[in-house]
């Protein structure tokens, strides 16, 4: 085991903590974003949130835990941790027109109700009231710069047609695979090496979290297809480091996968025509915990151009990913924690499913330094000024937690930024230079 005690060479190396990588952004400024987003989602969550800094109340009352969510509790408490109500972007109360969670389940295939917050729901209104005009089902293939160096507008795909929409500034908001696929696509004479990339880093570190789980079969009925599938969480490995022969942290939530996920959960383990019946019926039983964990950015993870074309003629993205020895250790820890913390709530049959991630990140990392990053604290590239990226690819590292309010948070920040860049008059750079 390694001392994870703090020692003074971490000073001396890149990161504030000994590992990872810095973020540009303060914490503190970041509070009010997150409480600007929870309060425009509606977040459902508990009076009082176990960890983290002493924070106002969510917007709605927590949900009621289902059984499987109990199945967590009771685990933690045996083990002596604490747990909580998951916070959700579920709602729990009317917001608005919008109808509160019902308990039917089936969330992964969408909500029935539009209980459940999103893009769609709550933000695409939000920019149509503000002006804003959508074009639905269109593929951005190309960002064209001038001789400048500037961002003159993007090239896409609508309607059957290629077509140029020009731009004064261009936001690329298309996650971490399509993010840095775009900017290597635009590559031209002088970016030869794809938009924003002097630094060399666009599409590196791509930085998934972990996503395994321990699974179990309870005595009584748990049937866990009903509400959301996630109502109970513990972050208790987040917050302490005793014990721990890895960096970083990792939450564990309740579970709820439906029939057919639960059918290829079962496929993987090699189950198949009697065996996979018999396991099937066992479904109204069936409880499980699962890691949202935290991995280490590293260069060689990453997104690049493949040969092979897509529909529109554009070179696919080639994923290049695997996990580091500190990620195993993580993946260890949690793996042995849930399996006791799955026997001490009653669970039998307990068993591992080891090769799972989630969530992506990374692929133009913000920062301080235009040698070491994509993009500024304000999302906007070093290399090219009215060229901005604002979605989950900025970030230089990923928590032991989900990233969407993080994600929305910084877009909100964003959103900030660009309006006090524009009242100063920095922002309109075709007219400056
Ligand atoms: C099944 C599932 C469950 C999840 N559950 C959670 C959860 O519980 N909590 C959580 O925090 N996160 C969750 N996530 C992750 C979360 O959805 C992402 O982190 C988040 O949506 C990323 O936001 P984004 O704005 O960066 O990108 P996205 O939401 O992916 O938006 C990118 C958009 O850009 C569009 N786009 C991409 N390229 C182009 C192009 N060239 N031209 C035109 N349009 C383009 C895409 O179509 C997409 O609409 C889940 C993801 C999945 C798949």
């Known amino acids: 085991m390694v001392s994870l005690r703090f020692r003074p060479e971490w000073f001396k190396s890149k990161s504030l903590l000994g590992y990872g990588a810095d973020w540009p952004l303060d914490w503190r400024e970041m509070w009010r974003y997150y409480a600007q987003v929870e309060d425009a989602l509606k977040i459902s969550g508990p009076v009082n949130y176990p960890w983290g800094p002493k924070r106002p109340r969510?917007?709605?009352?927590?949900?009621?835990?289902?059984?499987?969510?109990?199945?967590?509790?009771?685990?933690?408490?045996?083990?002596?941790?604490?747990?909580?109500?998951?916070?959700?972007?579920t709602l729990s109360a009317p917001r608005g027109e919008a109808h509160p969670c019902v308990y039917r389940g089936f969330c992964v295939s969408g909500c029935a109700t539009n209980a459940k917050q999103s893009a769609l729901v709550t933000w695409i209104p939000r920019a149509l009231a503000a002006g804003a005009e959508i074009r639905d089902l269109a593929m951005v293939g190309r960002i064209?710069?001038?001789?400048?160096?500037?961002?003159?507008?993007?090239?896409?795909?609508?309607?059957?047609?290629?077509?140029?929409?020009?731009?004064?500034?261009?936001?690329?908001a298309g996650y971490a695979i399509e993010t840095p696929r775009l900017l290597l696509m635009s590559a031209?004479?002088?970016?030869?090496?794809?938009?924003?990339?002097?630094?060399?880093?666009?599409?590196?570190?791509?930085?998934?979290?972990?996503?395994?789980?321990?699974?179990?079969?309870?005595q009584e009925e748990i049937r866990w297809y009903k509400g959301p599938p996630s109502l109970a969480l513990t972050e208790h490995w987040n917050y302490t480091d005793k014990g721990k022969d890895f960096f970083g942290g990792y939450c564990y939530m309740s579970q709820g996968p439906l029939p057919n996920a639960w059918v290829a959960t079962q496929n993987g383990r090699g189950l198949w025509g009697e065996a996979l019946m018999r396991e099937m019926q066992k479904y109204n039983h069936q409880a499980g915990l699962k890691i949202v964990g935290e991995t280490l950015p590293q260069e060689r993870n990453r997104v690049?151009?493949?040969?092979?074309?897509?529909?529109?003629?554009?070179?696919?993205?080639?994923?290049?990913?695997?996990?580091?020895?500190?990620?195993?250790?993580?993946?260890?820890?949690?793996?042995?924690?849930?399996?006791?913390?799955?026997?001490?709530?009653?669970?039998?049959?307990?068993?591992?499913?080891?090769?799972?991630?989630?969530?992506?990140?990374?692929?133009?990392?913000?920062g301080d330094d235009p040698r070491t990053s994509v993009v500024d604290a304000d999302c906007r590239s070093w290399d090219i000024p009215n060229l901005w990226i604002c979605d989950g690819s900025v970030f230089p590292t990923v928590g032991g937690v989900n990233p969407s309010l993080t994600i929305q948070a910084i877009a909100c920040r964003t959103a900030d930024r660009i309006e006090v860049l524009a009242a100063r008059g920095e922002l309109n750079v075709h007219r400056n230079v």
């Open 58 to 89: 969510y917007p709605y009352r927590p949900h009621e835990l289902n059984a499987a969510a109990l199945v967590l509790a009771r685990g933690a408490e045996a083990l002596g941790i604490p747990w909580s109500p998951a916070p959700l972007a």
């Open 304 to 366: 690049t151009l493949a040969d092979e074309k897509d529909q529109y003629g554009l070179p696919v993205a080639r994923v290049t990913y695997s996990f580091c020895d500190n990620d195993r250790r993580l993946i260890a820890h949690a793996l042995d924690f849930m399996g006791q913390a799955l026997q001490a709530a009653g669970a039998s049959e307990i068993w591992n499913e080891t090769d799972d991630t989630c969530h992506l990140n990374g692929t133009a990392r913000m």
């Open 144 to 172: 064209d710069t001038n001789e400048r160096g500037l961002a003159t507008g993007v090239e896409y795909f609508r309607e059957g047609r290629w077509q140029f929409q020009r731009a004064r500034n261009v936001v690329v």
């Open 188 to 218: 031209n004479g002088h970016f030869p090496e794809g938009l924003a990339n002097s630094s060399g880093l666009v599409g590196k570190n791509l930085t998934v979290q972990s996503n395994q789980a321990t699974w179990g079969v309870m």
